[in-house]
């Protein structure tokens, strides 16, 4: 453990100054008024003179007797034990008041030490939470920008002792502790932990005096007075930003959560829905159309010789086929519509408020549209022409069902391949 030197606690006035003092106060108050009295009535009495201008003379010696007493209370009083540099500690509370961000703070923080200290060197850290080092915030000087302690935790450390100011030295036994070697070794003379509720939230280090003594006790107890100050000075700025990696930590959990979220719902290799959320979104998309009396219609889309493609090609060439139909039909589709990969090469389109004829123009369009398409083989140099089979069904029977709605669309994506494929199938 360093070595703490304790504070005295600052010495009370002498019972016999202040005994003093009061005499000397009733003595100069009881002289000027027996002064003014005395004139005043002598030179009335035996000078003979009239009232005005013995109360002249009379204010005169009062005059000449209060001198001594108003210099005697305009005198300057320190108490012993006071410390003129706490004036300077709450001049500082009073520019960390316009500091802009914790640098600035900190730099006040070192400035104030370094000149009330007369110290060589000041120097503001802050250590991390959870890490075992202590980041250089403010000062000047040959010190690192972080020091790490691999052998403790500076807070655990802390919570052995007392949080008051020590000096740092060796002995003859050599130093204290792994930590007073550290700071030695880096050029401080003195450190002051600064705490708030007990808990470390920064340390500030001096190093040699310019006039090469030595610190004493009493720079310690001018230390000591100034920790609370730059304590308070620096909370906010801590508690600004444990509110911000609050929400840097929030908003990574919202976006894992998001991203997880979209992962469960988006197929991973066209980025269409899948099934599943195709699934829980046909049965909304009919559940609303039967409570409102409104279309629906379902499309499934079957690319013809898919199988050939990628025994021809090639498995990449074939995702990079579904990739190009995906985009094809989620780029024709409206906002309102769900395109899902549905399985394997096929996919499907749930189209809200349209009919079977609306469907039915949708899906010539986008048979034309993967007509037209081009794939570059990935591993040569061959293109790839594509078609596809588009089967559509709609809402005609009251009592559909979501499941039967689902097989009349597959029956008739089957019916326009058996009849040649590349053609659209609409189910009576």
């Given at each position: 453990?360093?070595?703490?030197?304790?504070?005295p606690?600052?010495?009370?006035?002498?019972?016999?100054?202040?005994?003093?003092?009061?005499?000397?106060?009733?003595?100069a108050c009881?002289?000027?008024?027996?002064?003014?009295?005395?004139?005043?009535?002598?030179?009335?009495?035996?000078?003979?003179?009239?009232?005005?201008?013995?109360?002249?003379?009379?204010?005169g010696?009062?005059?000449?007797g209060?001198?001594?007493?108003?210099?005697?209370?305009?005198?300057?009083?320190r108490?012993?034990?006071?410390?003129?540099?706490?004036?300077?500690?709450?001049?500082?509370?009073?520019?960390?008041?316009?500091?802009?961000?914790?640098?600035?703070?900190?730099?006040?923080?070192?400035?104030s030490?370094?000149?009330?200290?007369?110290?060589?060197?000041?120097?503001?850290?802050?250590?991390?939470a959870?890490?075992?080092?202590?980041?250089?915030?403010?000062?000047?000087g040959?010190?690192?920008?972080?020091?790490?302690?691999?052998?403790?935790s500076?807070?655990?450390?802390?919570?052995?002792?007392?949080?008051?100011?020590?000096?740092?030295?060796?002995?003859?036994?050599?130093?204290?502790?792994?930590?007073?070697?550290?700071?030695?070794?880096?050029?401080?003379?003195?450190?002051?932990?600064?705490?708030?509720?007990?808990?470390?939230?920064?340390?500030?280090?001096?190093?040699?005096?310019?006039?090469?003594?030595?610190?004493?006790?009493?720079d310690l107890?001018?230390?000591?007075?100034a920790?609370?100050?730059?304590?308070?000075?620096?909370?906010p700025?801590?508690?600004?930003?444990?509110?911000?990696?609050?929400?840097t930590?929030?908003?990574?959990?919202?976006?894992?959560?998001?991203?997880?979220?979209?992962?469960?719902?988006?197929?991973?290799?066209t980025?269409?829905?899948?099934?599943?959320?195709?699934?829980?979104?046909?049965?909304?998309?009919?559940?609303?159309a039967?409570?409102?009396?409104?279309?629906?219609s379902?499309?499934?889309?079957?690319?013809?010789?898919?199988?050939?493609?990628?025994?021809?090609?090639?498995?990449?060439?074939?995702?990079?086929?579904?990739?190009?139909?995906?985009?094809?039909?989620?780029?024709?589709?409206?906002?309102?519509?769900?395109?899902?990969?549905?399985?394997?090469?096929?996919l499907?389109?749930?189209?809200?408020?349209?009919?079977?004829?609306?469907?039915?123009?949708?899906?010539?369009?986008?048979?034309?549209?993967?007509?037209?398409?081009?794939?570059?083989?990935?591993?040569g140099?061959?293109?790839?022409?594509?078609?596809?089979?588009?089967?559509?069904?709609?809402?005609?029977?009251?009592?559909?069902?979501?499941?039967?709605?689902?097989?009349?669309?597959?029956?008739?994506?089957?019916?326009?391949?058996?009849?040649?494929?590349?053609?659209?199938?609409?189910?009576?």
């Amino acid at each position: 453990m360093p070595r703490k030197s304790s504070s005295p606690a600052p010495a009370s006035r002498p019972p016999r100054a202040l005994k003093a003092r009061g005499l000397a106060l009733l003595f100069a108050c009881s002289a000027t008024l027996g002064a003014y009295w005395g004139v005043r009535l002598g030179l009335h009495g035996g000078l003979g003179l009239d009232p005005d201008t013995s109360s002249f003379l009379a204010g005169g010696a009062v005059a000449l007797g209060l001198g001594p007493l108003r210099r005697m209370l305009r005198r300057p009083r320190r108490a012993k034990g006071l410390d003129p540099r706490a004036t300077g500690w709450k001049g500082f509370a009073e520019s960390a008041r316009t500091a802009q961000n914790l640098p600035e703070v900190a730099r006040l923080i070192a400035s104030s030490l370094q000149q009330g200290m007369g110290a060589s060197q000041a120097f503001v850290w802050l250590p991390p939470a959870g890490d075992a080092s202590l980041h250089l915030v403010a000062g000047q000087g040959p010190y690192p920008t972080t020091l790490v302690l691999p052998e403790f935790s500076l807070r655990e450390w802390l919570a052995e002792g007392s949080h008051t100011p020590w000096l740092v030295g060796s002995s003859a036994d050599g130093f204290p502790s792994a930590f007073d070697q550290l700071m030695f070794q880096v050029g401080a003379r003195a450190c002051l932990p600064l705490t708030l509720h007990g808990e470390l939230i920064g340390l500030a280090t001096l190093g040699p005096k310019r006039s090469g003594t030595s610190y004493g006790p009493d720079d310690l107890k001018a230390m000591a007075e100034a920790a609370p100050v730059f304590a308070q000075a620096i909370a906010p700025y801590l508690f600004k930003a444990e509110q911000a990696l609050h929400r840097t930590k929030l908003e990574a959990v919202s976006k894992l959560y998001l991203d997880a979220q979209k992962k469960a719902v988006t197929d991973g290799l066209t980025g269409l829905t899948t099934h599943l959320h195709f699934q829980e979104q046909l049965a909304k998309r009919f559940f609303e159309a039967r409570r409102f009396t409104q279309p629906l219609s379902l499309m499934f889309i079957d690319i013809d010789h898919f199988k050939r493609i990628n025994d021809t090609y090639g498995h990449p060439t074939g995702d990079e086929v579904l990739r190009a139909v995906a985009r094809t039909v989620q780029g024709t589709a409206r906002a309102c519509d769900t395109v899902a990969r549905y399985g394997g090469e096929e996919l499907a389109v749930i189209l809200p408020q349209t009919e079977l004829e609306g469907a039915a123009i949708l899906a010539e369009r986008l048979r034309e549209a993967i007509l037209e398409l081009e794939v570059q083989e990935t591993s040569g140099p061959r293109t790839v022409r594509l078609s596809a089979s588009i089967g559509v069904a709609d809402l005609q029977d009251e009592d559909l069902t979501p499941g039967d709605l689902l097989e009349r669309a597959d029956r008739a994506v089957y019916a326009a391949k058996r009849q040649g494929r590349n053609q659209v199938i609409c189910a009576g």
